[in-house]
C-alpha cells in the first residue's frame, strides 16, 4: 500500500511504544493512555500510520475529558512562543 503522504512504497513497519496525554489544565488529573502497537513509516517522507486497538480506543471515547477539541490535531502550530 503507498504512502498516504507522498504515495512512496518506501514503508516499514516498527513496533511502537507511546503515551497519551492529555495536557489541557482542565484535565490534569486524567491518566495517560499507555499504547503498544505496531506503526507504519514511510521512509521517504516521515508520514506515520497507526490504527489503535479496539480496546484502547475504547478507553478514549470513556475518558471524560472537559474541553477536548478535534481541531487541535489540523491546527497549524502558533508562530507566538
Do not use: W
Request: net charge positive; hydrophobic share 25%.
Amino acid at each position: 500500500m503507498p504512502c498516504n503522504g507522498c504515495k512512496s512504497g518506501n514503508q516499514r513497519s516498527f513496533k511502537s511504544e507511546m503515551t497519551i496525554a492529555f495536557r489541557e489544565p482542565e484535565n490534569v488529573n486524567q491518566p495517560p493512555l499507555y499504547i503498544c502497537q505496531d506503526i507504519f513509516v514511510c521512509l521517504d517522507c516521515g508520514h506515520i500510520e497507526l490504527a489503535l486497538p479496539a480496546e484502547k480506543l475504547e478507553q478514549l471515547k470513556q475518558k471524560p475529558l472537559k474541553s477536548f477539541s478535534h481541531r487541535r490535531s489540523t491546527q497549524e502550530p502558533s508562530s507566538n512562543p
